[in-house]
């Protein structure tokens, strides 16, 4: 038998993929609700690969309170670095959607383009990913965590305390991966 080639399907997965089968037992309102957040979601990672786009490029958007408008301005205008990787580990490590340190001050700012309520709790984590990163000790330093999420801003001022127990967490925590690793491969 000779099989059909899809190599433009490489990488890509179906909605109605055989990996999440649930589908199969969906009503007609289950399916468009489900869809329809996945389609959010689509858009979300598409809103956010612009606003990298017309960071990067500098390219401000018309001053409003729109959410995106809002982000994108005042990431150009603290000279942020879109999709930043903070690094620790294989087990700890994220992409911060923008970021800057300068003059002490750590700014870390969030798209959220979903309506549900955010946690600044993931601010606080990439937080504590640059801290481990570039050896800098969150009592020693300023931070200011935004999040943009339905035309609002909501700044946070971590808690260093807070922060140093999510390092410690981290820490802790891939260590113990790492020992349950290796237990495995023996």
């Known amino acids: 038998m000779n099989f059909n080639s899809h190599f433009e399907l490489a990488g890509k997965h179906a909605f109605l993929s055989p990996s999440k089968y649930h589908?199969?037992?969906?009503?007609?309102?289950?399916?468009?609700a489900v869809y329809?957040?996945?389609?959010?979601?689509?858009r979300g990672s598409e809103l956010h690969e612009l606003a990298k786009d017309l960071i990067r490029l500098n390219v401000k958007l018309p001053r409003t309170t729109a959410?995106?408008?809002?982000?994108?301005?005042d990431a150009i205008g603290y000279?942020?670095?879109?999709?930043?990787?903070?690094y620790y580990s294989d087990n700890a490590f994220g992409h911060a959607d923008?970021?800057?340190?300068?003059?002490n001050l750590l700014?870390?700012?969030?798209?959220k383009t979903g309506v549900n309520r955010c946690s600044e709790h993931q601010l606080e984590v990439y937080s504590a990913l640059f801290c481990l990163e570039y050896g800098?000790?969150?009592?020693?330093?300023e931070m200011e965590?935004?999040?943009?999420?339905n035309d609002e801003v909501s700044i946070y001022i971590p808690d260093p305390d807070v922060i140093a127990h999510i390092m410690d967490r981290i820490i802790t925590f891939d260590a113990k991966i790492n020992s349950i690793r290796m237990e495995t491969l023996s």
């Open 36 to 42: 329809r957040t996945h389609r959010a979601a689509q």
């Open 136 to 141: 800098f000790k969150p009592m020693e330093i």
């Open 107 to 111: 700014r870390i700012h969030d798209l």
């Open 145 to 149: 965590n935004r999040i943009y999420q």
């Open 79 to 86: 000279r942020m670095e879109p999709e930043q990787t903070l």
């Open 67 to 73: 959410t995106l408008n809002a982000y994108v301005n």
């Open 98 to 103: 923008t970021i800057s340190f300068r003059k």
């Open 23 to 32: 589908w199969i037992n969906y009503t007609d309102d289950k399916l468009d």
